[in-house]
């Protein structure tokens, strides 16, 4: 069957890349592999979508590192803002937490998932589920259509690949936008887990599982050298660490543990100089009179960090406070400011959030998403190397480069059928001169 668009993968990219074509006019049809649409949409800001974050466009920019330049023209055209003022216009008002973070005011995944739906179907996009596929048909250089499972084909001049990376392969990201672009000559970068818990080598770890740290710093060095450092929430898990500043920094691990280990070293004070900390466990030592160290831990350290900490500073348990010397305090001191970890791995691709890696930026027109080596390809979404932090970027990204896709192959399509019409009307043009003429 003859299509204008076919769209492949109905998660955030696809549908509004799919609704957007289809609202400019063209005749589209979404191929979705699993039984559902939006998937991962619903399952995203556990259950409650963190649409995008609102942001200044540079600082949004910066958060997806050096692949955001990639980003920059189209944001300009499709920004937070846009987005936000789309789903209100489609039913989904939006409300703006801590951290620029957007979300539905209805905290309902689904409620997003309902409005592309609609978008989709008010435009007469046609959906087809359980159709996986599995080849893009590109004859002597030309586009053709695709190819799913059991042999289906489906013509169409223009293809949307908005098929995701390879996280939470439950929800139909499996990976296989990447084996079909490569099947057509794009270059893959490798994919690898993003925004990803941190596996850690203490055998005591384990012991801390569901701790929580608020307000800490977390910075990660290997070989004296620092990569990166984040300010703000962990949390212990029974294999290592996780939580936002863990998830943000993952990326940075990940990079470098291919040379080894990474250490994590972890401020618990970080608003406290050591001259203050010093301080303030002084006054704590004499407030509490005639106990042991353990109590001065209590003030200082979440209750499951103690006996970890008390071990880790090598002062035993029962030394009385009134006794502990400049040098011991210097050590506890020394551990509050720089409790170290080994990092020895990430967990895998199918537990992050997202995949860094995909088709490279450098095949893809940044103005169109448009394939530079099959013209009539485009790509959007996770598909794309392109990797940003928590906090809504990733699904603006998704939305963002959609929509490009869509309305850049709408247009095209227009041009193409306008190509021939504009031949006869340039030869009726001539002819009607000639008469004029008389000649
Ligand atoms: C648990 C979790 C929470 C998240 N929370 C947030 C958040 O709150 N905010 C945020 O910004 N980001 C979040 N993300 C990241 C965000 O969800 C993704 O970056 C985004 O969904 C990518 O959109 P996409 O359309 O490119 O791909 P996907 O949403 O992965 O959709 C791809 C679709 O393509 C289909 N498909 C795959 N292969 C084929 C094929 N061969 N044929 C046909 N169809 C195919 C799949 O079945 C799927 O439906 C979260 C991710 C996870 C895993």
Excluded: W
């Amino acid at each position: 069957m003859k299509h204008g668009i076919v769209v492949v993968g109905a998660g955030a990219a696809g549908l509004m890349a799919a609704g957007r074509a289809a609202e400019l006019g063209a005749d589209v049809l979404l191929l979705e592999k699993t039984g559902g649409i939006g998937n991962k949409l619903r399952i995203t800001g556990k259950g409650r979508c963190n649409l995008t974050n609102d942001c200044e466009i540079r600082e949004f920019i910066a958060h997806f590192g050096p692949s955001g330049t990639f980003l920059r023209n189209s944001l300009a055209r499709y920004d937070a803002a846009a987005l936000v003022q789309f789903f209100h216009a489609h039913g989904v008002p939006t409300v703006t937490e801590r951290g620029q973070r957007v979300f539905p005011a209805s905290n309902e995944a689904d409620d997003v998932v309902r409005a592309l739906r609609r978008y989709c179907l008010d435009h007469g996009v046609q959906f087809r589920t359980h159709s996986p596929v599995e080849g893009i048909r590109v004859v002597e250089g030309a586009l053709r259509g695709v190819r799913v499972v059991g042999g289906a084909t489906y013509d169409a001049r223009c293809v949307i690949i908005a098929t995701g990376g390879l996280s939470y392969p439950g929800t139909g990201s499996t990976g296989d936008g990447f084996c079909l672009a490569r099947a057509v000559g794009h270059t893959v970068l490798p994919p690898r887990p993003g925004l990803v818990p941190l596996v850690t080598a203490e055998p005591f770890v384990p012991h801390l599982q569901g701790l929580s740290l608020r307000n800490v710093r977390a910075t990660l060095s290997q070989g004296g050298r620092e990569l990166a450092s984040a300010f703000g929430e962990m949390l212990f898990t029974h294999y290592g660490v996780s939580g936002p500043i863990i998830l943000t920094l993952s990326r940075f691990a990940g990079e470098a543990l291919g040379q080894g280990p990474v250490r994590l070293s972890i401020d618990l004070k970080p608003a406290l100089r050591v001259e203050q900390l010093d301080a303030r466990i002084r006054r704590d030592i004499a407030a509490l009179g005639a106990s042991t160290y353990p109590a001065v831990l209590k003030r200082l350290l979440p209750r499951l960090l103690i006996a970890v900490f008390q071990e880790r500073s090598g002062i035993a348990r029962d030394r009385a406070l009134s006794q502990l010397t400049a040098e011991e305090r210097g050590r506890i001191i020394t551990l509050l400011k720089a409790f170290d970890l080994t990092v020895v791995a990430t967990r895998p691709i199918a537990e992050a959030i997202i995949t860094i890696g995909g088709v490279s930026t450098r095949e893809i027109d940044p103005r169109t998403m448009e394939s530079r080596r099959v013209p009539g390809l485009y790509f959007a979404g996770e598909v794309i190397d392109v990797a940003g932090d928590t906090g809504g970027f990733n699904l603006q990204a998704a939305f963002t480069t959609g929509r490009v896709a869509g309305e850049s192959a709408a247009r095209a399509l227009q041009r193409a059928y306008d190509a021939p019409m504009g031949a006869a009307a340039s030869r009726h043009r001539r002819a009607a001169k000639s008469k004029e003429k008389g000649t």
